[in-house]
């Protein structure tokens, strides 16, 4: 069965378009790549602790006392006396004043307060000290509602002593303005000090995983299609220097007591409970393809590893590789087995760095760094394609033929869509990926260049920005032969904890205030009709309609994107055998300033039948 798919994206705005006709080729296209549309993942604005990341306790290790509140007039500290862990050192410790009586204690207020519902709740958490009673751990409104509990019976110990519990709320909070508690009879410690760290508590996740992914956020990414992740950054890959706060694989396994955890480059601790394996089960489970970043020896700082200093770094990465990778003969597979993974996952990209180019650092890349790097993981995994940060060198010649360029690109809308045809002139030789691009302001200013980092970024994306995004994203279709795969970032934020804007998905501790945004519209479209073949077009020019064409198996997908365009019809030639019946799906919004946001989405999704004659189709845009 033949069949033809359009896709429209459109911006009212004032020009006046003169009718188009185009004619779809039925042969003569570009192979187009399996993983062509994707994500980029990094920890930035909460994306990952306190957003996708299901755990709902904030400072869980006790670093300090941030988010942690006393219950009763007890005393609470952070203690650094009373290990759980050679990775965790801190704890809570809760000092009962003599005399005390009644419930005592203390309650996390979150990641900006965390939602309540009637489901499931996993609860851990540590404990130590001379007491015999119950604990009752609760979920509770910050005004004092109790929506449920349970307890757990402790006896006195010097030792720590993990407990665990679940119970289900007998009631809803209508509000993120809630909090999780621990509270126990003074009487019986009064005078006394409790100890208490690596508290958890865990709502239902995204396909039941074990230290897995909040659902409604999941729910949302799983929605667009997506068919490769890119992670685990970003600069939080980098961090500061080559010795402190850069991601550490092995340094993210295990349980929560054996991850030490680091300060983010993006303002905030990290607990890498999101890690590598959690990484690969979420690929697993919205069948993405992982392309895996590893640490090329540059830090944000402009701290450079030296080529005689570098060696740790790059056996660092193939020993993730191996782990990953490995058969369960191998050190690292075996170790990949003993974590309840006896079978390799499969790692067909690897990108070494990130944005090498800045900080001082692209001499460096480009003389040796990217170069030893290539080699090394060649030597050992030669089918795997390996992605150089940057562009602008030899990365054919220094990786045996198996490199591929990442592009990065922040704009305004004009000038995005002005860079259309950007990719028609690039090296054929080094395949692209577009790690990561976004519009991130408005028209305002000079348009002769993209961004002017002095002026402020959009709070969300609108829907000029997300045309303007679909008209690139439609010029590296056509280019299909170089452009290998493309990433919108960022692609998270919580709302209250924003570092960076706009972003694709937004949210707050609340799901119903998960924003699918315009942007975010745009890349489900594209992502989820992708083709296999590009088809050639002919018969119009490009804008202020810009189009493409492909073929999916029997069908024809054509996708256009109309910026600054109305009162047009469009004449669509497909084919023979494309069947005159089309699917034909349109995304628009009242202006080109709107945006979706908490609450309140403005955007317009509709997909209808329409018949054409003779293989011609007209779509009369108004």
Known sequence: MFSFLLVFVTLRLLQLVNGLDLTVSSSGGKAVSPIFYGFMFEDINHSGDGGLYAELINNRAVRNLDSWKAIGGVALTADTSNAVSTAIKTSLKVDVPAGATGKVGFQNLGYYGMAVEEKPYSVSFYAKGSYTGLYTVDLRSNSGTVFGFTTVAASSTSDWKQFNTTFVPSQSGSNADNSFAITFDAASVAGKSLY???????????????????????NALNEVGAKFLRFPGGNNLEGGSVAASRWQWMKTLGPSSARPGRQGTWNYWNTDGLGIIEYMNWCTDMGLEPLLAVWSGLGLDGTIASQSSLQPYITEALNLLEFLMGSTSTTYGAMRASYGYPNPWQVNYVEVGNEDNLNSGKSSYTSYRYKLFAAAINAQYPKINIIASCPGFDIHGQSNGMGWADYHNYDRPDHLVSLFHTFDTVNRNTPILVGEYAVIQGNQGSLNSGVDWNLPRQKYPTLIGAIAEAVYMLGAEQNADVVKAMSFAPLLQHFSGTQWSPDLIGYTSFPTDTTRSMSYYVQKLFASNVGEMT???????????????????NQTIVKMANYNGTSTDVNISVPSGSGNVASFTTFTAPSGLSYNSPGKEVSSLSTKQITGSNGVFTVHYE
């Not at 804008?543 to 492909?550: L, Q, V, W």
Request: overall charge positive.
């Open 535 to 553: 088809l050639p077009v002919s018969g119009g020019t490009q804008g202020p309609i810009y189009y493409s064409a492909m073929k999916r198996g």
């Open 196 to 218: 208490f760290t690596l508290v958890s508590v865990f709502p239902p996740t995204f396909k039941n995983r074990e230290n897995g992914l909040r659902v409604d956020i999941a």
